[in-house]
């Protein structure tokens, strides 16, 4: 059986991302693609790509077999950042074998159609394919392999798009840490040649991530922050496994908080569009998630435009939801969509923009008018199934307690309150808990509250 999560099919190699279930999405994905094709056309292409983990081969080699077996032909393209695979599906489909920020035990599989992740229709199909496993096409029509290189084009393409911004990176001195993952393929190179000074670190690739987990966060960043914090530099860059999160640092080895990176960029791009387009053009449109921070929409509603959220791992699917104005960015922590260059998520494009934006104004000036509240996000104990009980009754627990709050209940239970501080409260899609987020100057007293009335419920 074959279930699609938040981020493709992931998890352990043993038990759950397996040969077998890169064989039968291999051919659920050919299958998917010659069926759709019109008579007269030429023999379908899959793209397919892998990142550094040790058991890339064998999984790729896997979904190529299942790929030919149907009649479309398997693309090799070999070891790459996830973003160039999604680069090299545009016009025809693409199969990514990444576990992105998960350990070297796992591994995953990302479905990909001209530029963009699968929907959830799409990722239906396929686990409706592996049900019910038609035969292989008849021997004739099974196709042999062809190579594919599309990173040269993919790195010209990233720094053509960043040159359009920001500042020329002449005066910037970068530190990237690659994570021995896919970053080190494509970032160091991309911000070496906008021409910033460029020190790259754990910049190998190797998938038992020896320098540090495949996860940039606080903890596994201790020794990049201290490299940081010597003043070196202008900049720090870390990437995740395959290259499509982003975790940016100052000049003394401090993380930017993910959502003042998120508000950066979304009201540089709301801004640029209405300097752009004017005033009377459509409303452009910032698409983001639930949990993230008010401080997003602050800056785009100032800029004129607006925000749509969607529920986690949906950013394709928000854009496409859109109906009125132009989605100008997309994006939840760590991960950004960049429309004007393509429908993927991206971190090694927001390295370059990011770094163009710190050359023309600084970080510190990026940063000021951004209000940063206090963030906490908690997780709560719930076994799986007291969550949908839980949370119905939250629904009325929620505002009973916090009756000043404007309430939504789109994507979990969202209580926003008069001065612009808000909390969210939703069930988590891959683990036992309910996660609790929170935004506000006394997040510690709106947490304890909130914390208080979830496990009550969680507990009856």
């Known amino acids: 059986m074959v279930q699609f999560g938040t981020a493709g099919v992931r998890g352990s190699v043993v038990d759950r991302v397996t040969p077998a279930v890169a064989l039968a999405v291999g051919q659920a994905v050919g299958r998917l693609v010659v069926e759709s094709q019109s008579a007269e056309s030429s023999v379908p292409q899959v793209v397919i790509g892998r990142d550094g983990r040790t058991t890339g081969p064998a999984l790729a080699a896997a979904v190529e077999a299942g790929v030919a077996s149907t009649g479309a032909r398997p693309v090799r393209i070999g070891q790459v950042p996830t973003p160039t695979l999604a680069f090299a599906s545009r016009g025809r489909h693409g199969v990514m074998l990444t576990a992105s920020h998960n350990p070297p035990t796992d591994n995953g599989?990302?479905?990909?159609?001209?530029?963009?992740?699968?929907?959830?229709?799409?990722?239906?199909?396929?686990?409706?394919?592996?049900?019910?496993?038609?035969?292989?096409?008849?021997?004739?029509?099974?196709?042999?392999?062809?190579?594919?290189?599309?990173?040269?084009?993919?790195?010209?393409?990233?720094?053509?798009?960043?040159?359009?911004?920001?500042?020329?990176?002449?005066?910037?001195?970068?530190?990237?840490?690659?994570?021995?993952?896919?970053?080190?393929?494509?970032?160091?190179?991309?911000?070496?040649?906008?021409?910033?000074?460029?020190?790259?670190?754990?910049?190998?690739?190797?998938?038992?991530?020896?320098?540090?987990?495949?996860?940039?966060?606080?903890?596994?960043?201790?020794?990049?922050?201290?490299?940081?914090?010597?003043?070196?530099?202008?900049?720090?860059?870390?990437?995740?496994?395959?290259?499509?999160?982003?975790?940016?640092?100052?000049?003394?080895?401090e993380i930017v908080h993910e959502d003042t990176i998120v508000a950066i960029l979304a009201g540089y791009y709301t801004r640029r569009y209405v300097d752009e387009h004017g005033e009377d053009a459509p409303t452009p449109v910032v698409v983001t998630t639930p949990n993230a921070s008010g401080r997003i929409d602050e800056q785009v509603t100032a800029a004129g435009g607006r925000v749509d959220r969607v529920h986690l791992g949906g950013l394709h699917e928000g854009i496409a939801a859109v109906e009125a104005g132009p989605v100008v960015f997309a994006a939840e922590p760590w991960k950004h969509i960049h429309p004007e260059f393509g429908g993927w998520i991206d971190g090694v494009v927001s390295a370059a923009l990011l770094s163009r934006l710190v050359a023309a104004e600084g970080l510190a000036a990026l940063r000021e008018p951004i209000t940063e509240r206090p963030y906490r996000k908690v997780s709560v104990d719930c076994p799986d199934e007291r969550k949908s009980p839980a949370m119905e009754q939250l629904e009325d627990t929620l505002p009973e307690t916090f009756p000043k709050a404007d309430v939504s209940l789109d994507h979990g239970v969202r209580l926003t309150f008069p001065d612009d501080s808000w909390l969210l409260v939703r069930p988590s899609g891959t683990e036992p808990y309910v996660r609790l987020y929170a935004e506000s100057d006394d997040v510690d007293a709106l947490v304890a509250e909130a914390e208080t009335v979830i496990r009550s419920v969680v507990d009856a």
């Open 109 to 253: 599989i990302k479905c990909f159609a001209d530029g963009s992740e699968f929907d959830r229709e799409q990722e239906r199909q396929i686990e409706a394919f592996v049900e019910t496993e038609a035969p292989p096409a008849d021997w004739d029509r099974w196709q042999s392999p062809t190579r594919s290189d599309p990173l040269p084009e993919y790195r010209e393409a990233v720094i053509d798009y960043a040159s359009r911004f920001g500042a020329a990176l002449t005066e910037l001195r970068i530190a990237v840490d690659c994570g021995t993952g896919m970053a080190s393929v494509a970032t160091p190179a991309v911000l070496d040649r906008l021409g910033a000074s460029v020190t790259a670190v754990n910049a190998s690739v190797d998938g038992h991530f020896p320098a540090r987990p495949s996860k940039p966060t606080p903890e596994t960043l201790t020794e990049f922050r201290s490299f940081l914090g010597d003043g070196a530099f202008d900049l720090g860059i870390a990437h995740d496994g395959d290259a499509d999160r982003i975790v940016i640092l100052d000049g003394d080895g």
